[in-house]
């Protein structure tokens, strides 16, 4: 009874997370959840649905980050992820049955779910128990770029846990081997089963591509909205994971490849190819920001079986600090890491705003008195949280809204008395988000520190909806 009474107020916490996340499972996480269903009725168990979705909408502006790195969206240049192809009923069947409960974690991560249904990540059990707190590490996919792990944590208590901090170090050497501040993670609470579920993708650091015997080092907090960081456990955990290099293929190129859409130039001049991903390392003094382009796609070829890769992200190179370089990251869906072509293809490029653009706002009067277009709108309110959110509403297609042409603005603003005031983030660290709206508009909205500010605000465009047709092609092996 008591257990009952326990399921019974989680699923509430649930219902009120869901309501203030609104994100609704997916048709694979449907299927998914059908699996389950239909595993445990076999059993002759009864069970009520009790996974808890998370997520903030249809798009989450992340800030602290110059790059859309490992899945994040960048303040100054955001796209929405390519669609990972579909995966099917019984594609889901195909999975080993120890890691399907994590698919729902990755169904919009290209690499991770091609990698779980073509059975490129490897089942372990790894498990570290203290004072009632466990860690299972239950499976893990690498390239020399990444370690990702799929794991589980449970609570004496059974409440929601969630991984802090997590790093990896070398054993022998206690040296720390990933790239500071950019681990990736992924979790979801199965109220019913008392147990987190969680996904971490830990960048490693080019010198340690090819070490094998590493130690998970992580703390473990509460995972309840707004609760204390405080580390209830600390685990460390170590861990084998053989090299793939022998897998893999570097390309070098003496001179970029490069070339012109929409009169700007596009430029790349090394690649990594992996079983996992495809990195292509862009050359910004040669050409422009690669998020300009309009549906890039990587067409590759191997033993004369085509296949078309989504991109999966932006990713901060190993020596981004010292040269500014990034990665255009895609999921490798070939499985192959040596293949036989490469086709970078485009539709086009994204408009630009003119230089010097600007909005300016009068939040008192939700006035829009300098746009880049027409139809802006604006309102200054509360959110759910009682912060001060700026909503601005603009003329958006679908098409611009799915693909990441969408408005924004720079960090800063000034007000009316020319002072300057920064953007804010929330208890998540995000800037704000928007959603795109069945009226051919979209909204985006912004976190201020207050409610009232000498009139009017103005803010710098940074990014607007519209694109460039103007395919092309650009054959990088």
Known sequence: MERYRREEQRLREAGEESRHQQRMPSAAQRSAAIRRGMDRAQAGTSRRKGWIYTGTGAAVLAAGALLIGYGELSHELPQTQQPTETVQAEDLLKLDASLEPFYKLVSNDATLSSALTRKAVQPIQLQSERDGFTLTVRGMARDSRSLTLFYTLQAPNGDRLALNTPTLTEASRDQKVVVSDYALRHEEFDVIEEIQYGVVTLPLLPQYGESEQFTLKAQVVSGRQGASKTPLQIFELPIHSPSTTAQEEKLVFKQPKTMKVGGRNFAIDQMLVTPLRIYMSVNQKEGMNLSQLISPRLIVNHDGQEKTLAKDGQWAHPDYQETGRYDWVY????????????????????????????????????????????????????????????????????????????????MNFTDGKGVVHQLQTDQNGSLGGGSSNPDGTASVDFHLEKMDYPQPLTFQVTQIPGRIEDPQEMRLK
């Open 331 to 410: 999921a490798n869906g070939s499985g192959q890491g040596h293949l036989d072509s490469i086709v970078l293809h485009t539709e086009g490029v994204s408009k630009l705003p003119e230089p010097g653009s600007t909005l300016v706002l009068d939040t008192d009067q939700s006035k829009v008195l300098k746009a880049p277009g027409q139809g802006y709108s604006v309102s200054l309110k509360l959110d759910a949280y009682k912060k001060p959110s700026l909503v601005i509403r603009y003329p958006s297609s679908n098409k611009d809204w799915s693909e990441g042409r969408m408005l924004f603005v720079g």
